[in-house]
């Protein structure tokens, strides 16, 4: 069973955030921790979290047991604070940093097997890191043999100079633990109970510790302040992009793409610089995302072409085009082939297939049909300062350059309106509407009418009835 520690201040971050739940890649750096540990192990983690990190406990609630340190005193008081909490069956027990993220599973495994090997008190993992600055340094005797750890801060400078570093996992015989815990004393220097200082109890017993010794390819040197954290980041963002080129994903410069932990992309799509994918943002096959573009939590289709744009909690269809400048916001749905372009944004609507929205107009909580064509400049009003109100659109419908539309408000199939329209009752299909407010023109004779012609006397529509003017495009 693992036990992840996460109690600590975390004061070297300079953040009101616990250290832990910070994001790396847009996930939260204990969430890896958990996962591993999973993997690892196959049973449920418990977390010790501290009164000043009560919000990693509501963090984890889902994947996690939670043990409650009652006052940061150290690493060796948090483990003390797990056990009272672990069932009295345990006979091994894998303890974890939540502050060291990127530890593979593997390692581990293999961790957990150096001890059972040895039939060691615990067994640790030992890096011999380039830069040892900060960490605690593992002490051997003449003979090699693992005698005890000294924290950096407590260390002699010739202590100092040892470059073998304490990763900060490792698997204990909880039986032996039990017996020992309670032997910890705090450091003179700190205050601190280090769990480290288990190493040297260990030794007192004539116990053996099992130290597993790995290379330092900065994954396990830890994560304490913000420049670590970026270097993290960093890593692990080369190791992502490595892998989705290797599953046939294009990039042209992928130093500058950013792909969040969940994002999944299909063969041949292409990023281009300066790309962010967020969250579970998923990207169909042969799709293009070019340079400048952000998007979070959204479907993107396949064979698409996404050009300098935000998009947020939006769906694209399959052969759309987005771009280049434009804004979807939360539950834009993008309907197959549709062309949204030029400063275009797009809220909380749906548009079917093939619509074509090209110049700077707004649609917000709208219905539109396919292959209407939404003129420059066109507006929903759909907001009056209290509530937000829909606009249906029909299929095959011509908006007019300028076109407000002040919602509620339906328009037909086939309907259109003039340059400059301002439309606040409904538009029956196939009718022309035209002018401030907008009047319906009598049904074309015979051959087209102008759609963009002054505002002739025409004939009134009936009101909609009920709801207050709307306003603004908010
Ligand atoms: C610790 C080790 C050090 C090792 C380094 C590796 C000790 C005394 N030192 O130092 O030998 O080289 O990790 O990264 O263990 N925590 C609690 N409760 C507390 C204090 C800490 O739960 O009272 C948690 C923290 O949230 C963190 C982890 O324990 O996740 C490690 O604590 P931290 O203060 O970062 O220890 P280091 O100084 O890095
Ligand atoms: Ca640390």
């Not at 009003?381 to 249906?392: E, I, L, Q, S, W």
């Amino acid at each position: 069973m693992a036990v992840v520690l996460a109690a600590g201040l975390g004061t070297r971050m300079k953040s009101r955030l616990p250290k832990v739940l910070h994001p790396l890649c847009g996930r939260r750096m204990i969430d890896y921790v958990l996962e591993t540990a999973v993997n690892a192990t196959g049973a449920r983690p418990l977390v010790v979290y501290s009164p000043a990190t009560a919000a990693v406990r509501d963090a984890v609630a889902d994947t996690a047991d939670t043990a409650l340190q009652d006052e940061p005193r150290g690493t060796g008081d948090a483990l003390r604070a797990a056990l009272a909490s672990l069932p009295a069956d345990v006979d091994e027990v894998l303890v974890l940093s939540g502050d060291v993220p990127l530890v593979r599973a593997e390692l581990l495994t293999a961790l957990l097997e150096a001890r059972t090997l040895d039939h060691a008190a615990l067994s640790l993992v030992a890096v011999d890191a380039i830069d040892p600055t900060g960490l605690g340094r593992v002490v051997r005797n003449e003979g090699g043999t693992v005698e005890r750890i000294v924290e950096d801060r407590d260390a002699t400078d010739e202590e100092r100079q040892i470059t073998e570093i304490n990763a900060g996992l490792y698997a204990l015989d909880a039986a032996w633990l039990r017996r020992r815990i309670g032997d910890l004393q705090s450091s003179p220097g700190t205050g601190e109970v280090y769990l480290t200082d288990l190493v040297a109890l260990a030794r007192e017993d004539g116990r053996i510790v099992a130290a597993l010794d790995v290379e330092d390819d900065g994954r396990l040197t830890g994560i304490n302040d913000r420049a670590q954290l970026a270097r993290a980041e960093w890593d692990l963002r080369v190791e992502t992009n490595d892998r989705w080129m290797r599953a046939g994903v294009t990039m042209m410069d992928p130093s500058t793409v950013y792909l969040d932990h969940d994002v999944e992309l299909a063969e041949d799509v292409v990023l281009e610089p300066n790309v962010i994918l967020r969250g579970a943002t998923r990207v169909g096959e042969r799709t293009r995302i070019a340079a400048g573009s952000q998007i979070s939590d959204s479907q993107i289709g396949s064979d698409c072409v996404v050009w300098a744009s935000v998009i947020e909690r939006s769906v694209v269809e399959d052969h759309a085009t987005v771009g280049p400048f434009s804004h979807l916001r939360p539950g834009a749905h993008v309907g197959p082939r549709s062309e949204i372009g030029n400063y275009a944004e797009i809220k909380n609507s749906h548009l079917g297939e093939h619509v074509r929205q090209h110049h700077m107009s707004y649609l917000g909580d709208a219905e539109v049909g396919r292959d209407t064509n939404v003129g420059a400049g066109t507006i929903t009003a759909n907001y009056d300062g209290v509530r937000k109100h829909r606009t249906t659109i029909g299929e095959r419908v011509f908006l007019g350059v300028d076109t407000m539309l002040r919602a509620p408000v339906t328009l037909g199939d086939d309907a259109r309106t003039g340059a400059g329209a301002v439309v606040t009752r409904d538009v029956p299909a196939g009718r022309l509407a035209v002018g401030v407010p907008a009047r319906l023109r009598p049904p074309r004779p015979v051959g087209p009418a102008d759609p963009v012609g002054p505002m002739g006397p025409g004939e009134p529509v009936e009101p909609s009835p009920g709801t207050p003017p709307p306003t603004d495009g908010g």
